[in-house]
């Protein structure tokens, strides 16, 4: 199994690349007061929420249009300079770390809803527009936004490293809903790809080689995108179960006897313990599911009734309705705040995610060994995932200072991987490859397929600038 620097605790720069007095002076001119090298601001724009650490990058440019995107770019291009866009920096994988230097490309401000196409069920957005602004824009034509990721990224960011999260197992990852795309490439130059027409068979598809690309491409500054009628029915209800695959294996019956759930969310006894503790709630500390159906109010009443009765064949206890909007919220609240629940019961650590993905039919396998190893590991972990499509993810929480329990918690990691591949899955069902899986990629595709990625990528980007050192090396290997 080839690993990120051999589970090293930061990204280090491989290259050294020169921010001149020259470019600063360009950038000034250019940019004013939009431009910063302050090192508090450096340093906020060069980290996310993983566990790995670089160098801040060189200056931070806020971009306030298209054409700023497009000019930043041109100049860092004329300077060689890698060019690192940066929307909330809720990534996990090390997408946002500058280590090659550079510029960090802040696109928050960019957060305007341009169309609204309600007839059509489509919008299009600006890439600092966040899934919870959208979804408030679009909520006096009854419609909404599906996709979920937990925090409330940008649409830019979600497009760059393909989301999708709790609501995929009813409406699909990004991949499924972005229809087209503005994009700032490597010289500069502004594209469009894509329509707001339903489908196309006009060349290549480069709407889906953008969605996915982490920023390594090009700059998406637009998005458009589907939307969905809200449902005229959404129930919500908690279900604990005496073991996790007993949990599993209602899950695996739900999604093959083909009940439309709209979510379905394993969190485990020791999450729901967090859980409780930070958002103050009383759920049974067992392991839980979370599920959500929409429909209309008998096609709700049914599917509810399908699961509860699969559910009691595994033993299932304690099914429990949220009936209410804002019950409902409360509960898929907690549920995004599982991570910062779990940050928060070890002071001072971090958490070393996994993101596997395997298909429904093997999802018992692959998880409840991973379960036994990590449990004779003695490391804290939480455990949730989307299990109606086979993602799950396990936060080891670590000491970052401890080389110990950081090389254990990559072990954790390397086993679960190797075990999900094998199955057939992959090593990343939404989170992207960043920096910390760059070796299970080689893995996962093999040594053709990933020196066809770096072809394309080439061809696109033939210096190099666009948030280099993710997803794959330069020059050929897996390392940086």
């Known amino acids: 199994m080839n690993r990120f620097n051999e589970c090293a605790p930061e990204a280090t720069r491989a290259t050294s690349v020169a921010f001149s007095a020259t470019l600063q002076l360009a950038l000034q001119t250019r940019f004013g007061a939009k431009l910063s090298t302050a090192l508090v601001l450096r340093e906020q724009h060069g980290r996310d929420e993983s566990a790995l650490a670089a160098p801040p990058p060189d200056a931070v440019v806020f971009a306030d249009s298209t054409q700023d995107v497009a000019d930043a770019v041109r100049l860092a291009s004329e300077f060689g300079v ?75 960011g979600m497009c760059a490293t393909r989301a999708s999260g709790t609501n995929a ?118 392991p839980m599911l979370l599920m959500e159906f929409h429909g209309s109010p008998s096609g709700v009443k049914e599917q509810a009734e399908a699961v509860q009765e699969i559910a009691g064949e595994f033993g299932a206890q304690a099914f429990e309705w949220a009936s209410t909007p804002e019950e409902r919220t409360r509960l898929w609240t907690a549920r995004h705040n599982a991570y910062f629940a779990a940050i928060q019961s070890k002071p001072g650590c971090r958490a070393i995610s996994t993101d596997t993905c395997v298909q429904i039919s093997r999802l018992a396998d692959c998880l409840l060994d991973s379960v036994a190893e990590a449990d004779a590991a003695g490391l804290p972990y939480f455990l949730v995932g989307h299990v109606g499509d086979g993602n799950f993810h396990f936060g080891y929480l670590i000491d970052p200072e401890s080389p110990l329990e950081r090389e254990t918690a990559e072990r954790l990691n390397h086993q679960l991987v190797a075990r999900a591949l094998a199955l057939e899955g992959t090593c990343s069902g939404e989170h992207g490859v960043g920096l910390h899986k760059m070796g299970f990629l080689l893995d996962e595709a093999g040594p053709g397929a990933v020196a066809v990625m770096r072809a394309i990528k080439h061809a696109l980007d033939p210096k190099n600038i666009m948030n280099p050192g993710k997803i794959f090396s330069w020059d050929g290997g897996s390392d940086l």
Do not use: W
């Not at 802040?106 to 299009?124: K, P």
């Not at 006009?202 to 390594?216: I, K």
């Open 82 to 156: 890698p060019v690192i866009p940066f929307g909330v920096g809720s990534s996990l994988e090390g997408h946002l770390l500058a280590v090659q230097g550079g510029i960090s490309l802040d696109l928050s401000r960019m957060n305007q809803v341009l169309r609204i196409n309600a007839e059509d069920l489509t919008v299009t957005v600006q890439t600092g527009v966040t899934r919870k602004q959208l979804n408030e824009a679009v909520k006096s034509t009854g419609l909404f936004f599906p996709i979920d990721p937990g925090a409330d990224a940008t649409l830019g």
């Open 169 to 286: 197992v009813r409406y699909g990852t990004m991949r499924e809903n972005v229809l087209a795309l503005q994009v700032v490439t490597a010289s500069g130059e502004v594209i469009h790809t894509g329509t707001r027409a339903k489908k196309s068979a006009a060349g290549y598809d480069l709407t889906r080689l953008m969605v996915g690309s982490e920023g390594t491409l090009g700059v998406i500054t637009e998005v458009t995108v589907r939307l969905y009628p809200l449902p005229e029915a959404i129930s919500a209800a908690v279900c604990s179960f005496p073991s996790i695959e007993a949990a599993v294996r209602t899950t695996i019956q739900v999604i093959q006897l083909g009940i439309p759930i709209a979510r379905v969310e394993l969190i485990d006894a020791n999450t729901v313990r967090m859980v409780n503790r930070h958002s103050h709630l009383s759920l049974r500390e067992e």
